[in-house]
C-alpha cells in the first residue's frame, strides 16, 4: 500500500517560477526522502529529511516536513527546462527498513 | 565511480516464460534492492538483499525471487510471466542496510514487457 501521496499529480509551469510540490503519509516515520526520476529512467535522490527536522536546503531545493500534519513539501526555485521530471517522495516507516514510495507529482517545465 | 548497471535494458517475454534480470551494484555497496513500476501501482518494494541474504521481502507472489552473489551483484527472476509483470523494473544499491541515511543509488532499469 502507498504511504506517501504526493500533490498535485501533474503540474506545469514557466520557466523561471517556483514550482511546489507536497507530499503527506499515513503512519510514523524515521525520514522522508525526495528522489527525481527523468522519463523512463533511474530515480536520482535529491534529499533526506530527518523526523526531528522542519526544513532542509539543497541548492535551488527547499524541503519542509511537518510531522504533525504528516506531510513534506518539495519547493524547486527558479525552475529550469532540465527540472522536467517526475518528483517522488520515499518514507520509510518506523521499525520498519522498507522505503515506501508515493505516486508522484509529473513537473513539465514550460520555456 | 561507474554506478548502477542494469541488463538487460529491454526484454520481451510471453507469458508463461521465466526471466532473469541482473544488476551490479556500486563498488563498495553491500546493500540491492528492487523495485517495480508501474504505471498504475507506482513504484513497489520487492526485495533487499544485504551479505547474500534477504533481509526485506515485499508483497509480491512466490513467482519473483532473487538472489545475491558474494561479489554483491543480484539478480532477480520472475518465473511463469503473467501480463501485469510487464514494468521498468529498477534496482538499486547502498554501503549498508537498515541506516535510511545511507542514500540509495538507482540503475536505469529494464523494461520488461510481457505479451
Known amino acids: 500500500s502507498q504511504q506517501g501521496e504526493e500533490d498535485p499529480q501533474a503540474l506545469s509551469i514557466q520557466e523561471g517560477e517556483n514550482a511546489t510540490m507536497n507530499c503527506s503519509y499515513k503512519?510514523?516515520?524515521?525520514?522522508l526522502q525526495w528522489y527525481r526520476q527523468n522519463s523512463g529512467r533511474g530515480l536520482v535522490h535529491l534529499i533526506l529529511?530527518?523526523?526531528?527536522?522542519r526544513e532542509k536546503h539543497s541548492g535551488r531545493l527547499r524541503v519542509t516536513l511537518d510531522t504533525s500534519k504528516k506531510s513534506s513539501s518539495l519547493l524547486i526555485t527558479a525552475s529550469r527546462a532540465a527540472d522536467t521530471a517526475s518528483y517522488f517522495c520515499?518514507?520509510?516507516?518506523?521499525?520498519?527498513?522498507?522505503?515506501?514510495f508515493g505516486k508522484g507529482t509529473r513537473l513539465h517545465i514550460l520555456p | 565511480k561507474a554506478g548502477v548497471t542494469q541488463t538487460p535494458r529491454y526484454l520481451i517475454k510471453t507469458r508463461g516464460q521465466q526471466v532473469t534480470l541482473s544488476c551490479s551494484p556500486i563498488?563498495?555497496?553491500?546493500?540491492v534492492s528492487w523495485y517495480q513500476q508501474t504505471p498504475g501501482q507506482g513504484l513497489q518494494f520487492l526485495f533487499e538483499?544485504?551479505?547474500?541474504?534477504?533481509?526485506n521481502k515485499g508483497n509480491f507472489p512466490g513467482r519473483f525471487s532473487g538472489r545475491q552473489f558474494s561479489n554483491s551483484r543480484s539478480e532477480m527472476n520472475v518465473s511463469t510471466l503473467e501480463l501485469g509483470d510487464s514494468a521498468l523494473y529498477l534496482c538499486?544499491?547502498?554501503?549498508?542496510?537498515?541506516?535510511?541515511?545511507?542514500?540509495?543509488?538507482f540503475g536505469p532499469g529494464t523494461r520488461l514487457t510481457v505479451l
Open positions: 563498488s563498495g555497496h553491500r546493500s
Open positions: 529529511i530527518r523526523s526531528n527536522e
Open positions: 503512519t510514523s516515520i524515521n525520514n
Open positions: 520515499a518514507t520509510d516507516v518506523n521499525r520498519d527498513d522498507k522505503i515506501i
Open positions: 538499486a544499491s547502498s554501503r549498508a542496510s537498515g541506516i535510511p541515511e545511507d542514500t540509495q543509488y
Open positions: 538483499y544485504f551479505s547474500e541474504t534477504q533481509r
